[in-house]
């Protein structure tokens, strides 16, 4: 997630979410999941450098194989794609690139004009967006690739051919794209954007735009993108490890989180070249028809403020568990309280067990009364507070005993991580 100018990668913990409006129905199906690859494969391409696609032997100077026609427009440290697939136009724009020029755009402050279907004469009905994002639109290289798009669009036999994407910065450039080329009723499917236009804007088509957020483990990293003078469009839709299902969070600006400065990786932003990033997430989607829209599914990754990640609404801890609890016992760091475990399982020092005084061997307790049996409650690691029911000879190889938690003798606990930061 990004905060205020989008800098900062940051992970996100949920807040309570507001009262929502029913949400439009999402018809993630294959023809929409197959132009989104596309679009990701695209925003990846964003960022090569356009000589690796230098080609004498086509008429727009570029060739590549995973496209009927590809030129690159290049301003640094900006970027554009004018490219042709399945019958569709697409254009994309780079996101931002480790340098002060990218940095300084993200950080524009101030609000500019963004024209309907004028981006020369920059006059007419208008919506205002956040400055810094518009400014490669002002290029003599963009007008030259709009140019190119709309020779492309000329060609179209359908009404429903352009498609802007983009990642990061570049999900903002689009947004603001798809306002200049309302016309044309573009489909905008953007990944790790982050709010661009105000609130209210008239020629943006909610119902045509695809806002990919992506998570990761390691407490719920989140990709999502906060900024509080800027509203978001269209399908939010989050990504995760489950395969099989994203989470249709809301739609338009009817879901908000709150960023959690303590959680904080930058992976989470990544657009290819990593098992969790938006390429490879979307490419699994693909082969896993029909996906299920209501989130990850039993044992996926969640939070314990991320509940509603999980289809079971249900997540004590880190991974989504049944809504009727946990069944499995001896789960280490797996309940907070007795509601958490199936039946009259109870939850022990944040892990179920089948009752006080029926902890078995190896599984975590508070005290010697929690273990079954003469069993003690034993300190494994004193540093990362883990106590183990274990027998009076121990040969667990996983560490030797520090202290005995007898009685009522509370833990040591707490001893936490470092806080880490990222810029994107």
């Given at each position: 997630?990004?905060?205020?100018?989008?800098?900062?990668?940051?992970?996100?913990?949920?807040?309570?979410?507001?009262?929502?409006?029913?949400?439009p129905?999402?018809?993630?199906?294959?023809?929409?999941?197959?132009?989104?690859?596309?679009?990701a494969?695209?925003?990846?391409r964003?960022?090569?450098?356009?000589?690796?696609?230098?080609?004498?032997?086509?008429?727009?100077?570029?060739?590549?194989?995973?496209?009927?026609?590809?030129?690159?427009?290049?301003?640094?440290?900006?970027?554009?794609?004018?490219?042709?697939k399945?019958?569709l136009?697409?254009?994309?724009?780079?996101?931002?690139?480790?340098?002060?020029?990218?940095?300084?755009?993200?950080?524009g402050?101030?609000?500019?004009?963004?024209f309907?279907?004028?981006?020369?004469?920059?006059?007419?009905?208008?919506?205002?967006?956040r400055?810094?994002?518009?400014?490669f639109?002002?290029?003599?290289?963009?007008?030259?690739?709009?140019?190119?798009?709309e020779a492309?669009?000329?060609?179209?036999?359908?009404?429903?051919?352009?498609?802007?994407?983009?990642h990061?910065?570049?999900?903002?450039?689009?947004?603001?794209?798809?306002?200049?080329?309302?016309?044309?009723?573009?489909?905008?499917?953007?990944?790790?954007?982050?709010p661009?236009?105000d609130?209210?804007?008239?020629?943006?088509?909610s119902?045509?735009?695809?806002?990919?957020?992506?998570?990761?483990?390691?407490?719920?990293?989140?990709?999502?993108?906060?900024?509080?003078?800027?509203?978001?469009y269209?399908?939010?839709?989050?990504?995760?490890?489950?395969?099989?299902?994203?989470?249709y969070?809301?739609?338009?600006?009817?879901?908000?989180?709150?960023?959690?400065?303590?959680?904080?990786?930058?992976?989470?932003?990544?657009?290819?070249?990593?098992?969790?990033?938006y390429e490879t997430?979307?490419?699994?989607?693909?082969?896993?028809?029909p996906?299920?829209?209501?989130?990850?599914?039993?044992?996926?990754?969640?939070?314990?403020?991320?509940a509603?990640?999980?289809?079971?609404?249900?997540?004590?801890?880190?991974?989504?568990?049944?809504?009727?609890?946990?069944e499995?016992?001896?789960?280490y760091n797996?309940?907070?309280?007795?509601d958490?475990?199936?039946g009259d399982?109870?939850?022990?020092?944040?892990?179920?067990?089948?009752?006080?005084?029926l902890?078995e061997?190896?599984?975590?307790?508070?005290?010697?009364?929690?273990?079954?049996?003469?069993?003690?409650?034993?300190?494994?690691s004193l540093?990362?507070?883990?106590?183990r029911?274990?027998?009076?000879n121990?040969t667990?190889?996983?560490?030797?005993?520090?202290?005995?938690n007898?009685?009522?003798?509370?833990?040591?606990?707490?001893?936490f991580?470092?806080?880490?930061?990222?810029?994107?």
């Amino acid at each position: 997630m990004k905060l205020l100018s989008p800098l900062f990668t940051i992970a996100l913990t949920a807040a309570s979410p507001p009262q929502q409006a029913e949400k439009p129905a999402l018809d993630l199906s294959e023809a929409v999941l197959t132009t989104s690859l596309i679009a990701a494969n695209l925003s990846s391409r964003a960022y090569d450098d356009a000589t690796l696609w230098a080609s004498n032997d086509t008429d727009t100077g570029f060739f590549h194989p995973d496209f009927d026609s590809i030129k690159f427009y290049t301003n640094e440290p900006d970027q554009a794609i004018v490219a042709q697939k399945n019958g569709l136009c697409f254009l994309a724009f780079r996101g931002t690139n480790a340098n002060i020029d990218d940095w300084s755009q993200n950080a524009g402050l101030g609000n500019i004009d963004v024209f309907r279907d004028n981006l020369i004469n920059l006059q007419g009905e208008s919506c205002e967006a956040r400055g810094g994002f518009a400014d490669f639109l002002q290029t003599t290289e963009a007008v030259e690739g709009l140019v190119d798009l709309e020779a492309c669009l000329a060609n179209c036999t359908s009404t429903d051919c352009l498609v802007i994407t983009g990642h990061s910065q570049g999900g903002a450039a689009s947004a603001i794209a798809a306002v200049t080329l309302f016309r044309h009723s573009p489909t905008v499917i953007t990944f790790g954007q982050p709010p661009t236009m105000d609130a209210g804007c008239p020629y943006i088509i909610s119902e045509k735009y695809y806002r990919y957020v992506n998570s990761m483990k390691d407490i719920a990293e989140d990709d999502d993108i906060l900024d509080l003078s800027s509203e978001h469009y269209g399908y939010y839709i989050m990504l995760g490890e489950d395969p099989t299902a994203v989470n249709y969070l809301g739609f338009d600006t009817d879901y908000t989180f709150v960023p959690n400065l303590e959680d904080n990786d930058p992976n989470a932003h990544s657009m290819s070249g990593t098992p969790f990033a938006y390429e490879t997430r979307i490419a699994a989607l693909l082969e896993n028809l029909p996906v299920s829209l209501a989130g990850n599914g039993l044992g996926f990754i969640c939070e314990n403020d991320y509940a509603e990640l999980c289809e079971s609404n249900t997540c004590p801890k880190f991974e989504c568990i049944p809504e009727t609890g946990l069944e499995e016992l001896c789960i280490y760091n797996s309940c907070d309280e007795d509601d958490d475990c199936a039946g009259d399982a109870v939850c022990i020092y944040d892990s179920c067990a089948a009752g006080p005084g029926l902890v078995e061997p190896g599984c975590a307790c508070f005290k010697d009364d929690d273990c079954a049996g003469d069993v003690e409650c034993i300190t494994i690691s004193l540093l990362a507070a883990e106590f183990r029911c274990e027998g009076g000879n121990l040969t667990s190889a996983s560490a030797d005993p520090i202290m005995r938690n007898a009685g009522a003798t509370l833990p040591l606990v707490s001893f936490f991580t470092g806080l880490f930061y990222a810029i994107f």
